[in-house]
């Protein structure tokens, strides 16, 4: 179901979406027929073999991103931790103070919206390819690291820890000399 303040076009190839956030672009994928009928995004299959079924399935999945994003929109959530880490909006860009000798900045595509709570970056759009390779580009910035756990994750990862080194002498090799 459509909601109402949501418009949809199917021709030329392509189904385009426009809404409140915004408006996308789908380019129709081969196999598959899309109809918009009382209301209803319709997704069809237009063969049987293989392929044909992936499409359909690939091509339902992205109609629905589409048309929940230009009606809510998507938010990703990161999530700083390290001590002096810190991030902050500069114009059109993100700084970061992530342990190396210089800030990062990191440009702000067009289409997408950040904000800054404390230690936590949230990004939001209503393109959700866009939203999430966003996300992982600053996310790449600064992994996690095992050891410590500093860096940038998704709100809620769970990073796995390593244990350091142990002291030496501890195992035994010292106290045997």
Not at 60 to 89: D, H, P, T
Not at 126 to 132: A, D, S
């Amino acid at each position: 179901m459509v909601p109402k303040d949501v418009e949809v076009k199917v021709g030329d190839g392509a189904l385009q979406v426009k809404g409140k956030e915004g408006s996308l672009s789908l380019p129709i994928l081969p196999h598959t027929k899309v109809e918009f009928k009382d209301g209803y995004l319709v997704v069809s299959i237009a063969g049987n073999d293989k392929q044909a079924k992936a499409n359909w399935g690939t091509m339902r999945s992205l109609a629905q991103n589409a048309v929940s994003g230009v009606s809510s929109g998507f938010i990703k959530e990161l999530e700083i931790q390290g001590v002096g880490f810190k991030a902050a909006l500069d114009g059109g860009a993100l700084v970061l103070n992530v342990g190396f000798s210089h800030p990062v900045k990191f440009i702000i595509p067009e289409g997408i919206k950040i904000a800054i709570e404390k230690s936590f970056i949230k990004i939001s759009g209503f393109n959700k390819h866009l939203v999430g390779q966003v996300a992982a580009q600053i996310r790449a910035i600064k992994k996690p690291e095992p050891y410590l756990g500093k860096g940038i994750r998704y709100r809620g990862e769970v990073v796995a820890r390593k244990e350091g080194k142990r002291a030496a002498g501890a195992t035994g090799t010292a106290a045997a000399a």
